[in-house]
């Protein structure tokens, strides 16, 4: 298997740039996951491997140890087979990457190579993170399965932060079967098949014709292969999390990159604008915000005893063209916040470029949301096609 991801890198990343460093360090014990290759986002530690957050201030930077997730994996026998590409400290300054479904187009951030390397056949399981939308948006951008689990369910250890009460990593299969299936082979509980209704909001978030087309789409297919849905009313929850995740997340970042900007100031780009924001950002607007993030979590968990998930689009829409922004989190920020599980699966398509539908469930329920995306993925599979071409 090593050998035909490395045939594949060979043949694709000079167009697709999703390696930093490919570089195959062996497994440091045997289990459910040998000989399984894997990448890893460039924020996670490697030991003496490149570990460069995506910057150029820091090329040439080598790990000194894994991360507790990297020497999680290679324990079970997994293959560490290199370093993906990062936007730059896994914020907005875009990485080289281009997305394998179509090379004019983003493959969404900051998770770029990762997402891509999965998507492209380079690797079968790769390491992301997210903070906002990190991990969920590249795998809809990319049409491959992206999972964030339950927040602090995987250890950071290891890993640049960013805004520690968000930071979550997560992983990219080709499938949600795939992701179930490594999910199992770390040792977690996979559960069992449920029946209950799926939460489907109404009115649907503010998105692109095109994702919301596909999103009603594969409501309907649900629908009819007997799966019972039920009205969800998320009013403006998604728009208050999304607005307190942002004061968060820019004052817990401002926090832990300061010493940094004072040192390197412009030299850190689009994160040199986010520290001056999380400075300005007075302690009384980030109580207000981890209060109203509260406020809400109390509530979707009122809507998860209903419901015990929740449906919705993965990203704002498809893919948008050139490298120069990786998309637009606030259909996964929200999530991330509550720090719920979530998982993004292929549903269609628009021009050629994949479409995402986020399955979500109440913090702790892992399992529950992977088995509902590999029964749903399987409904999905049977005949979608591009949004365009269907309404």
């Known amino acids: 298997m090593i050998q035909d991801c490395l045939d594949r890198i060979r043949e694709l990343d000079p167009s697709i740039h999703a390696w930093v460093q490919v570089a195959p360090q062996p497994a440091t014990g045997a289990g ?48 560490l087979v290199g370093k993906t590409h990062t936007t730059a400290f896994a914020y907005r300054t875009p990485a080289p990457t281009r997305n394998p479904r179509n090379l004019a187009h983003t493959p969404g951030g900051s998770s770029s190579g990762s997402a891509a390397a999965v998507a492209a056949g380079m690797v079968p399981l790769a390491l992301g993170s997210q903070t906002q939308g990190s991990v969920l948006r590249p795998a809809s951008f990319c049409g491959v399965a992206g999972f964030k689990p339950t927040y602090g369910r995987i250890p950071m250890d290891g890993v640049l932060p960013f805004a520690k009460s968000l ?26 098949d449920e029946t209950f209704a799926l939460g489907v909001p109404d009115p649907m978030p503010e998105v692109d014709e095109p994702m919301a087309a596909a999103f009603r789409d594969a409501v309907s297919r649900f629908r009819s292969a007997g799966l019972a849905t039920e009205r969800v009313d998320l009013g403006d929850m998604l728009a208050r999390l999304n607005e307190a995740s942002r004061v968060v997340m820019a004052y817990e970042a401002a926090r832990f990159h300061e010493k940094r900007y004072r040192e390197y100031g412009s030299k850190l780009a689009d994160l040199a604008n986010l520290v001056r924001e999380g400075l300005a950002c007075s302690d009384d607007s980030y109580e207000d915000a981890r209060r109203d993030i509260e406020a809400c979590r109390a509530r979707v968990s009122g809507l998860y005893r209903d419901t ?68 749903l993925e399987a409904l999905l599979e049977t005949g979608h096609g591009d949004t365009e071409t269907r309404r």
């Open 32 to 79: 459910a996951l040998d000989g399984v290759p894997f990448g890893v986002k460039d924020i996670i530690e490697t030991r003496g491997l490149a570990t460069e957050y995506g910057s150029p201030i820091y090329r040439g930077r080598i790990g000194a140890v894994d991360a507790a997730i990297v020497a999680d994996l290679r324990r079970r026998g997994a293959i």
């Open 167 to 192: 930071d979550t990593l997560g992983f990219f299969t080709p499938a949600a079967a795939d992701m179930l299936s490594v999910w199992g082979a770390m040792g977690n509980e996979t559960g069992r």
């Open 308 to 375: 015990p998930v929740i449906l919705v689009p993965a990203a704002v829409g498809a893919a948008p063209p050139g490298l120069a922004s990786t998309g637009d989190p606030r259909m996964n920020a929200p999530w991330t916040a509550l720090g719920t599980p979530a998982i993004s699966i292929p549903m269609g398509s628009c021009g050629g470029l994949p479409l995402g539908l986020q399955i979500t469930a109440d913090r702790g329920a892992d399992d529950r949301v992977l088995r509902t995306a590999v029964r």
